[in-house]
C-alpha cells in the first residue's frame, strides 16, 4: 500500500481513537463506584439507543472483514455464517430477552443462581462466560493485525504483533475507566459509522454492476476460478460426509449461540424494564439484518471485482476482502478515490474490533468479578471492591487474548467466532434454558449443564484439525488431530443438554417449588426485577 493509504488511515484511526478516548474520559468523571453503574449504566439507555449498542456489540470483525471473505473465496458456502448469524437473532427475541432482564442483574450466572445453590452455579457459568469471551477476543485481535498488516503492505509480524498489544490496551483503558457507559456509546458510534460504511460500498458495487444483481452473481462465478460451482451449495463444505457434518455443526452453533454469549446478554440490564429490553432486539434485528444483506453484496462483490485468486494472496483467510474491494470501486491503488475509500473502511473496521474487543472484555471481567470472585470469597463483598476487581480483570484478559491473537493470527475471524458460538452454545444455553424452563431443574443439573458442555467443546476444538493435523493448523508441525469436524457444536450442544437432564435426575436434592414459582412469576411479568 501506498504512503497515503498510510497517512490518511492512520489518521481516521487517530481521530476515532481520540473521540472515543473523550467519551471514556467524559463518563469516568461521573460517579462509577456502584455495581449498577459500571456493569449496567445506570440502567439509563432508551431501546433504540441499546439497540444500536447491541447491533454495534454484534457486527463484530467477523462480520465485517471475516464473512464478506468467506463469501468471496467459497461464494454460496459462506453464506452459511451470514443466515446463522442473523437467524439466532430470533432465539434471542422469544426464548432469552425479556426473560433474562426481567430474572438477572448483570450477568448469566444471576439468572440461574436466583434458584439454585448459589456459590457452586456461580462458580461454573462465571468460567464459561469467561471461556467464551476470551475466544471471541482471539477473533477480534486477529481481525486489528491483519487490517495494520495490510495497510502496511504486509510487512513483518512485528506490525502486527504491535497493533494487537495496542487494540488490548486501548480496550483496557475504556473498561477501567468508563465501564458500560463509555462502552455503550463507544458502539453506538461505532455502529453508525460501520452501516454508513457498508451501506456507501454496497451502493457502489450495485452501481458498478447498474443494478443488476444477477450480472454480479455471474461475474462473481467467472472470477473465482469455480464456474457455477461458486453459487452452488458443496465448494467448502460438501467434499465429504465429514464436511457436511461440519456444515450442519457450524450451522447449530451459530443460530444457537448468540443466546448464550456473555457479551449480548449483558446489554439486556442496560435498560430499565423488560419490554425496552425486547424492543431493543426488535431495533437490533432491523439493524442488523440490514448490515448481513449487505455483507452478502459485497462478499460477492470482492470475488466479482477484485478476484478470488486475488482476495486469497492477499490474505489466505479472507479477510482483507473488502478492503481491497473499497480500493478497487474507489479507483485502484494510487488514485486519491481509492485511498481515500481504502482508508476510511479501514478505519471503520478499526473502530469495530475497538468497540466489540471493550463489550468483550467487560462483560468478560463482570464475570470474572461478580461470580468467580464474589463466589470465592467466604463474606459478603462491597460493590466497590467489586469494580475494583473487575478493572484488574480486564487487565488480566486482556493479556490473555493478546497472547492468543498473536498465536491465531492466522485464521479466518469468522471461522474462530463460530468456535465461540459452539462454545457458547454448549455450556450457557443449556443451562439457561433448563432454569428458566424446567421446574424440576437441580444445583447438580446446572453445574453438569455448564460444565458438560464446556468441557467437550473446548476438549474437541483442541483435538480437531483447528489446532493440529493440516498446513492450516495452529500447530502444523504436529498432529494430535482425533476429531474430525472443525466446529464442536453438533457433537458439544447434545452433551450439555444431556448432562444438564443428567444431573439433575440423579441428584437428591428436592427442587425448591417456591423459588421456581417466584423466578417464573418474576420472568414473565417483571415483578421485583433489579
Known amino acids: 500500500m501506498t504512503g497515503d493509504h498510510q497517512t490518511l488511515a492512520l489518521l481516521l484511526f487517530s481521530a476515532f481513537i481520540a473521540v472515543t478516548l473523550a467519551i471514556t474520559t467524559w463518563v469516568s468523571r461521573h460517579r462509577q463506584g456502584s455495581a449498577e453503574e459500571f456493569y449496567a449504566g445506570g440502567r439509563l439507555f432508551s431501546p433504540m439507543e441499546n439497540g444500536f449498542a447491541i447491533a454495534g456489540d454484534y457486527m463484530s470483525a467477523a462480520s465485517f472483514l471475516g464473512i464478506s471473505g468467506l463469501i468471496a473465496l467459497y461464494g454460496y458456502d459462506g453464506l452459511l455464517y451470514s443466515v446463522g448469524f442473523l437467524v439466532a437473532w430470533l432465539v434471542v427475541l422469544f426464548l432469552v430477552a425479556e426473560l433474562v432482564r426481567n430474572c438477572g442483574r448483570f450477568t448469566l450466572a444471576d439468572v440461574v443462581a436466583a434458584r439454585m445453590n448459589e456459590r457452586a452455579v456461580r462458580i461454573a457459568a462465571g468460567t464459561s462466560s469467561v471461556t467464551v469471551s476470551v475466544l471471541y477476543l482471539v477473533a477480534q485481535m486477529v481481525g486489528a493485525g491483519t487490517l495494520v498488516a495490510l495497510l502496511l503492505g504486509g510487512q513483518g509480524e512485528a506490525a502486527q504483533t504491535w497493533t494487537v498489544i495496542g487494540v488490548g490496551a486501548l480496550m483496557v483503558i475504556y473498561v477501567s475507566l468508563g465501564g458500560m457507559r463509555a462502552t455503550t456509546w463507544i458502539q453506538i458510534v461505532k455502529a453508525v459509522l460501520l452501516l454508513g460504511g457498508t451501506v456507501a460500498l454496497t451502493v457502489l458495487v450495485l452501481v458498478r454492476f447498474h443494478g443488476d444483481f444477477d450480472q454480479l452473481l455471474l461475474t462473481a462465478s467467472e472470477r473465482s476460478g469455480h464456474g457455477e460451482s461458486f453459487l452452488a451449495p458443496g ?20 443460530v444457537l449461540g448468540t443466546a448464550g454469549l456473555p457479551h449480548i446478554l449483558s446489554r ?16 437490533s434485528i432491523g439493524l ?35 478492503p481491497l474491494l473499497a480500493l478497487d470501486l474507489g479507483g485502484g491503488a494510487g488514485s486519491t478515490g481509492g ?28 464475570s470474572v468479578a461478580h461470580d468467580l470472585y464474589a463466589s470465592l470469597r467466604r463474606r459478603k463483598t462491597e460493590p466497590r471492591s467489586e469494580v475494583a476487581v473487575a478493572r484488574v480483570a480486564a487487565v488480566g484478559i486482556g493479556v490473555v487474548a493478546i497472547a492468543l491473537g498473536l498465536l491465531a493470527r492466522d485464521l479466518n475471524v469468522a471461522f474462530l467466532v463460530g468456535l465461540a458460538f459452539a462454545v457458547a452454545a ?14 424440576g431443574f437441580t444445583t447438580r443439573g446446572a453445574v453438569w449443564a455448564v460444565y458438560g458442555g464446556l468441557v467437550p467443546a473446548v476438549t474437541l476444538v483442541l483435538l480437531s484439525p483447528v489446532v493440529s493435523g493440516s498446513p492450516e493448523s495452529l500447530f502444523p508441525g504436529v498432529d494430535f488431530q482425533w476429531f474430525p469436524l472443525q466446529n464442536p457444536g453438533i457433537v458439544s450442544i447434545p452433551l450439555g443438554f ?13 427442587p425448591d417449588e417456591a423459588k421456581h414459582a417466584e423466578t417464573e412469576v418474576r420472568s414473565l411479568t417483571g415483578a421485583g426485577a433489579a
Open 339 to 366: 485511498t481515500v475509500l481504502f482508508a476510511v473502511v479501514a478505519a471503520v473496521a478499526f473502530a469495530t474490533i475497538l468497540a466489540v474487543v471493550a463489550g468483550i472484555t467487560l462483560a468478560s471481567s463482570a
Open 498 to 510: 444431556v448432562a444438564g437432564w443428567l444431573g439433575t435426575v440423579t441428584s437428591t436434592e428436592v
Open 235 to 254: 465448494l467448502k463444505y460438501g467434499a465429504d460426509w465429514t464436511a457436511r457434518f461440519d456444515f450442519i455443526s457450524l450451522g447449530v452453533a451459530l
Open 288 to 322: 442488523i439484518g440490514g448490515f448481513y444483506l449487505m455483507t452478502i453484496v459485497l462478499g460477492f462483490g470482492a470475488a466479482a471485482i477484485v478476484g478470488t485468486d486475488e482476495v486469497r494472496a492477499s490474505n489466505a483467510a479472507g479477510n482483507t476482502a473488502v
Open 426 to 439: 454448549s455450556a450457557n444455553l443449556p443451562v439457561l434454558l433448563y432454569s428458566l424452563f424446567w421446574r
Open 268 to 283: 439486556f440490564y442496560t435498560v430499565p424494564t423488560a419490554r425496552a429490553a425486547r424492543r431493543s432486539v426488535v431495533w
